[in-house]
């Protein structure tokens, strides 16, 4: 977690000017990268990290807006590590949609299954979310709340070795279901899909293997909706920092998304529930 904040601290010490700085576009893309696919919250810090140290002068609104710009873009970078760890699993699911692969068929049709309820959920209810969650205090809530639920899931749940395969419709179902938790800031997607994934059978890799792979889908469906909602706005981005922090993200979710598989094997997520409890509890006593 060194690097999530050291990343922090250079957004602090931005220039005042409205325009995007390459410390600035790689402060974020390194918060994007680490906490992406941890069971964090990456929503979650990012919303921290703009909200502790946004601009407070003239500028402040110019700023905020090529940020929110510039943080729809930066998720390219996670979505391009994931490509890259799942090229195999993704050329099956190619495959199976073509009828050359059945097994591919079949999880390509549960994580679209899983996709439907937060692809729903968010459309209906993303600009009521943005405008009545997105804050600290929502994050500080949801960062403890999930810590304890982390906590009770290791502690008493029994994990069976279901693998990914075994999955039934009306379980990727759940997932879904699931997963439209993660809409509230600061409850992170990735925690949610792990942890319906215990619920359902999923050995411990197996559930983060459905994770990742359904993050990829809703990852990307989602940067594309926003892409083609921005459109021409995005172009205002500068090139120079903006590909420097997708490079960044790109890199470190790549090296967090293959620690996670290593380390899911043989570890439980337990540390992480007391960092989402810690890291709650210090936004609400400094904030």
């Known amino acids: 977690m060194r690097i999530l904040f050291l990343a922090i601290a250079l957004i602090a010490t931005r220039s005042n000017a409205a325009e995007l700085r390459y410390k600035e576009a790689a402060a974020l893309g390194a918060v994007q990268g680490i906490t992406e696919f941890l069971p964090v919250s990456s929503t979650g810090h990012m919303i921290v990290a703009h909200e502790v140290f946004s601009d407070k002068g003239p500028q402040a609104l110019e700023q905020k807006s090529l940020i929110d710009k510039y943080l729809v873009v930066v998720q390219l970078g996670s979505i391009c590590a994931l490509l890259w760890v799942y090229f195999g699993r993704i050329k099956s699911i190619l495959r199976g949609f073509l009828g050359r692969d059945w097994r591919g068929l079949k999880l390509g049709v549960l994580l679209i299954t899983a996709f439907v309820p937060t692809g729903i959920a968010g459309l209906l209810l993303d600009g009521w979310i943005q405008t009545a969650l997105y804050s600290t205090k929502t994050v500080a809530i949801t960062l403890i709340l999930g810590g304890v639920l982390i906590w009770f899931s290791e502690k008493y749940k029994t994990h069976s070795r279901k693998n990914v395969?075994?999955?039934?419709?009306?379980?990727?179902?759940?997932?879904?279901?699931?997963?439209?938790?993660?809409?509230?800031?600061?409850?992170?997607?990735?925690l949610m899909t792990i942890l319906a994934g215990y619920w359902v059978g999923l050995s411990r890799v197996e559930a983060v293997t459905f994770s990742f792979l359904l993050g990829l889908l809703t990852s990307s469906t989602a940067t594309a909706y926003k892409i083609l909602k921005e459109g021409p706005s995005l172009l205002s981005l500068s090139f120079g920092p903006t590909f420097l922090g997708c490079t960044i993200a790109f890199i470190l979710s790549l090296l967090t998304a293959r620690w996670l598989l290593t380390y899911i094997q043989h570890h439980t997520l337990i540390p992480f529930a007391y960092y989402r409890i810690l890291f709650g509890l210090m936004l609400f006593l400094f904030l």
């Not at 379980?171 to 809409?183: K, M, P, R, S, Y």
């Open 165 to 190: 395969d075994a999955l039934t419709f009306k379980n990727a179902l759940t997932i879904g279901f699931f997963q439209c938790i993660a809409l509230i800031p600061g409850t992170s997607r990735s």
